[in-house]
């Protein structure tokens, strides 16, 4: 026998109310920016660009992970997971900026 609407509203509301609840906690779950600095994953990301951006990309992949959680993503990233995330966003940047071969169609070699 199915609920009455009334009362698949009124769950539905607790439910929604409970989640809301949660995500601030999941939010607190987040590690710092210094966390993930200090993590292993964080070593070839600091090696390869350096202190600031890095830390410029670890923030922004804190700022994406905490939007995902407050759509209502539930899982929390760990420090390696967020510097990898840093580290693949700046290496996309510098391979975007990589200008392209130029190709060498009538280039003729005497010897």
Request: proline share 5%; glycine share 4%; hydrophobic share 40%.
């Amino acid at each position: 026998m199915e609920a009455p609407q009334a009362e698949r509203t009124t769950t539905g509301r607790v439910i929604e109310a409970h989640m809301e609840g949660l995500r601030p906690a999941r939010l607190r779950e987040l590690p710092s920016v210094n966390a993930v600095l200090n993590s292993a994953a964080a070593s070839q990301l600091l090696e390869r660009f350096g202190h600031v951006t890095s830390t410029n990309a670890i923030r922004v992949a804190l700022e994406e992970a905490r939007a995902a959680l407050q759509s209502g993503v539930a899982s929390v990233p760990t420090e390696e997971e967020l510097a990898l995330r840093a580290l693949i966003s700046l290496d996309d940047e510098d391979r975007s900026g990589l200008r392209p071969a130029t190709h060498l169609h009538s280039v003729h070699i005497q010897s």
